[in-house]
């Protein structure tokens, strides 16, 4: 079973970029697809971003429009989200996920304030 830690939130001013990273253990499937959810107060989760264990990304553009990023680092198993242009609306708690046939895990998310 997989097993994974998010880091990297935390107060950011509007305007600025945070980092976020997914430290993933355990057993990984040969395919597997990683990704970004968040949750804001009083919303339904989202994805953000997403990318496959071949290293195909995909960003929902409807909530990143351009300012997101997501990559990964095979040989540390962390996937990153790179957030520039922080907005106030951006504030929420972001998950990392893992699915693969048969498994589905969640981190227990990181905070994300935008806030002057």
């Known amino acids: 079973q997989v097993q994974l830690v998010e880091s990297g939130g935390g107060l950011v001013q509007p305007g600025g970029s945070l980092r976020l990273s997914c430290a993933a253990s355990?057993?990984?499937?040969?395919?597997?697809?990683m990704a970004w959810y968040r949750e804001a107060p009083e919303k339904q989760r989202e994805l953000v971003a997403s990318?496959?264990?071949?290293?195909?990304?995909?960003l929902d553009s409807s909530v990143v429009k351009g300012r997101f990023t997501i990559s990964r680092d095979n040989a540390k198993n962390t996937v990153y989200l790179q957030m520039n242009s922080l907005k106030p609306e951006d504030t929420a708690v972001y998950y990392c996920?893992?699915?693969?046939?048969?498994?589905?895990?969640w981190g227990q998310g990181t905070q994300v304030t935008v806030s002057s």
């Open positions: 996920y893992y699915a693969t046939s048969g498994e589905v895990c």
């Open positions: 990318i496959t264990s071949d290293g195909k990304p995909y």
């Open positions: 355990g057993s990984f499937a040969s395919t597997y697809f």
